[in-house]
């Protein structure tokens, strides 16, 4: 495996570029986006510039807002010749009291890159407006690019409803070369 930096040796010259490339990579959303009735796919600020043949690591944390009727969902856009294994923690849709601002399963994947993750929302009638809950989601793994590419993170409603589903702006991507 190929290091996207040397492995420093006596006498060699460490340049700016070789030491710059271990760097992290902090992106984040900045405004919130609102969906409204709609399961189609929106692209975030959350983007991973990468490289031709490189590797990297992430961790995406995700701030939402949903109600028990509309839920979120998030999936990755990766070009065609790039893979991706993640992993990602997400709460259940399936387990919500009416009432009740109680806390959710929280359900464990291990998705491909394309498949939407569904989201828990909250009860909106036990805590006030949907648009005004903040839960979170998590997403991590490894991308690898064929060509120069971008990974961009998307999202929607899991399930149509009037109810806004919003991506906050407090979600960020966190990335780093690591092949």
Known sequence: MALPFPQWLAGQRITAAGLNSRNWVRVTQGTDITRISS???????LVITGAAGAE????????YGAS???????AWSIPG?????????????????????SAH?????????????S???TDAAAIG????????????GIVTFGVAGTATLQFAQNTSDADGTT?????????????
């Open 68 to 74: 028990i009727d509309s839920d979120m969902q998030w």
């Open 105 to 117: 399963t929280v359900v464990m994947r291990r998705p491909a890159a394309s498949t939407g993750v």
């Open 56 to 63: 990297y690591y992430f961790k995406a944390l995700i701030a």
């Open 167 to 179: 991506f906050r702006s407090t979600s960020y991507l966190l990335y780093t070369r690591i092949a």
């Open 39 to 45: 399961t189609t796919m929106t692209n975030t600020n």
């Open 119 to 121: 989201a828990g929302g």
């Open 129 to 140: 407006s949907a648009t005004t809950t903040f839960n979170s989601a998590y997403d991590q």
């Open 81 to 101: 010749d790039a893979s991706m294994t993640r992993f990602t923690e997400a709460l259940s849709i399936a387990d919500v009291t009416l009432g009740s601002a």
